[in-house]
């Protein structure tokens, strides 16, 4: 394990930021996306990062009125575990979108419906914010706020449940291949990097035609290691990726509430939320990256 930056990348091999060049026979590139804290830590250091928490933990356990803009499966997990946790806040969230989860049945959609009302958790679609908070997300301090349609907002701590970036800068330099307008890499259905037999990618630096979803980049390490596999056998990989007809979710809403969308040989079919509750609702995967990695990873 080695703890450094990639400055650039080629078939042979990267190199990184403090100077050193780390050679390699296979290349995989599995660098994700950047998320706004705190769906994902702020800091590099484990040490910084519990802290962050434990701030951001206080502060919010202090305030009454909370607003999280973006609707989408980060916010909408993120309201559920605060009216989980502490039941008489009011929670708003705030989306330009016009509808949740897009794309998914309609008995998923009305399910999540069901259930943010019985949290008694505000949904304001199809509007945005006309400027944001003067207090920076994750920080207690009682505000108002207007939204684009006229209506004011009122809550004493907000977070930011939008906008990612796909961490590809160590490309820009075009040593190893061109990247698309949101930074990803061309695939093909090997998961190799086009023009390449020995450099692969996994989740959300591809450019497969689907969102963006851990669930997703999971399958996708499982084909690049049977692949590589093979190759260090001397034989030919085999293993494929497709991407699946229909968008499939696992949005859990605290421990003991969510929706899901799970493929079946029939079609896409709405998961109970027993089943988001067993599948990741209770811990959010951490007991098998635990299991995989150690404590401390």
Do not use: C
């Amino acid at each position: 394990m080695i703890r450094d930056r990639a400055a650039s990348v080629d078939a042979g091999g990267v190199s990184l930021a403090s100077g050193a060049r780390v050679a390699g026979d296979y290349v995989v590139l599995a660098t994700g996306s950047a998320y706004a804290y705190p769906a994902k830590p702020a800091s590099d250091s484990i040490d910084e990062a519990l802290d962050d928490l434990r701030r951001t933990h206080k502060e919010l356990r202090d305030a009454a009125r909370v607003l999280i803009l973006g609707a989408g499966p980060v916010g909408l997990e993120l309201a559920g575990e605060i009216k989980e946790a502490w039941p008489d806040k009011h929670v708003t969230v705030v989306d330009p979108a016009g509808e949740l989860l897009p794309g998914f049945r309609p008995e998923v959609v009305e399910d999540l419906h069901g259930q943010l009302a019985a949290l008694e958790v505000e949904l304001r679609l199809g509007t945005g914010l006309a400027q944001l908070p003067d207090t920076e997300p994750g920080r207690s301090g009682d505000f108002t706020v207007t939204t684009t349609g006229g209506e004011r907002v009122t809550a004493d701590i907000w977070f930011r449940a939008y906008g990612t970036s796909t961490n590809s800068g160590y490309l820009a330099d075009g040593r190893l291949t061109p990247r698309n307008e949101r930074g990803q890499v061309p695939v093909d259905e090997f998961l190799n990097v086009k023009g390449y037999e020995h450099v692969y990618a996994v989740g959300d630096i591809t450019d497969v035609a689907e969102a963006k979803m851990a669930g997703y980049a999971m399958r996708h390490a499982e084909v690049v290691a049977e692949n590589i596999t093979a190759q260090l056998n001397g034989e030919r990989p085999t293993a494929t990726y497709r991407p699946l007809p229909h968008p499939m979710i696992l949005l859990p809403l605290g421990t003991r509430g969510g929706v899901g969308q799970l493929p079946s040989p029939e079609g896409p079919f709405a998961a109970t939320r027993e089943m988001v509750t067993e599948i990741k609702g209770a811990d959010l995967f951490t007991a098998r990256f635990v299991e995989q990695f150690g404590p401390t990873a």
